[in-house]
């Protein structure tokens, strides 16, 4: 199966932080045990009240578009057969206070605004140092 942005796109190294993330099909944030804040990207310390209790809450994987960027320049070597492609940030329609930066999928780049709604889908690709299995988030206009 042909990648979303092309098969030599670079794949994302695991950590502790962005596991989640990149491994469990479904969006993931983390929340705070202490204060119940929401945050993303994941961090050691809530970025509200800077404990250090750490959880994680899955969302629903829609939300709506609040910025787009067309790229027309391979930022890596890995995008040049790719371009033009389209950019978001996203804010999560149950986790108002979160965003998230993605691309679109099966969609134009020319025909992706600021306001649509957009649902998570996940495209697997085995890691590269140990071929684990990620399902990195895309999204896609609904």
């Not at 391979?74 to 790719?82: C, E, I, M, T």
């Amino acid at each position: 199966m042909t990648r979303f942005l092309g098969d030599s796109a670079p794949i994302p190294a695991l950590d502790p932080f962005n596991r989640e993330w990149f491994t469990r099909g479904v969006i993931t944030i983390q929340r705070c045990e202490d204060c119940e804040a929401l945050q993303h990207p994941a961090d050691e310390i809530c970025g509200c009240c800077q404990g250090s209790n750490m959880g994680w809450r899955e969302c629903s994987g829609e939300g709506r578009i609040e910025s787009v960027a067309v790229v027309h320049q391979a930022v890596h070597p890995g995008f040049k057969d790719s371009i033009p492609y389209a950019i978001v940030v996203v804010s999560l329609a149950d986790a108002p206070s979160v965003s998230a930066v993605g691309n679109v999928v099966n969609r134009d780049p020319s025909e992706v605004a600021i306001g649509q709604s957009v649902r998570a889908i996940f495209e697997e690709v085995p890691a590269a140092e140990n071929r684990e299995r990620l399902l990195i988030p895309n999204w896609e206009v609904v």
